[in-house]
Nanobody
Framework: VQLQASGGGLVQPGGSLRLSCAASGGTFGTYAMGWFRQAPGKEREFVAAIRRSFGGTYYAASVRGRFTVSRDNGKNTVYLQMSSLKPEDTAVYYC?????????????????WGKGTQVTVSS
């Protein structure tokens, strides 16, 4: 499956942003989907994941309560709604797909990566 993330940009601290990731070339409903991010000079880290069915979600502690991951299988799209953004949320955000049904964001289980979209939180 091919993934294309979009929706990044510049936002002030405390603001909101919604990222989208459109999938093509595969059966979207058979993939668990997730979001990762990588800040300058840091390793890529898990942000959120959503199971392929029943919508079970998982979050990194640093974003729990502020970010919401969701998916629309009819549109082959996964979303990341980000609220109460902080400067430390600044990073390139990547979407990912895994065929593991109960995937919780383990990188070694990722089958496809999308290109990143830049999110900058700054006043």
């Amino acid at each position: 499956v091919q993934l294309q993330a979009s929706g990044g940009g510049l936002v002030q601290p405390g603001g909101s942003l919604r990222l989208s990731c459109a999938a093509s070339g595969g059966t979207f409903g058979t993939y668990a989907m997730g979001w990762f991010r990588q800040a300058p000079g840091k390793e890529r880290e898990f942000v959120a994941a959503i199971r392929r069915s029943f919508g079970g979600t998982y979050y990194a502690a640093s974003v729990r309560g502020r970010f919401t991951v969701s998916r629309d299988n009819g549109k082959n799209t996964v979303y990341l709604q980000m609220s109460s953004l902080k400067p430390e949320d600044t990073a390139v955000y990547y979407c990912a797909a895994s065929r593991r049904s109960a995937w919780r964001g383990v990188m070694s289980d990722i089958n496809s990566w999308g290109k990143g979209t830049q999110v900058t939180v700054s006043s």
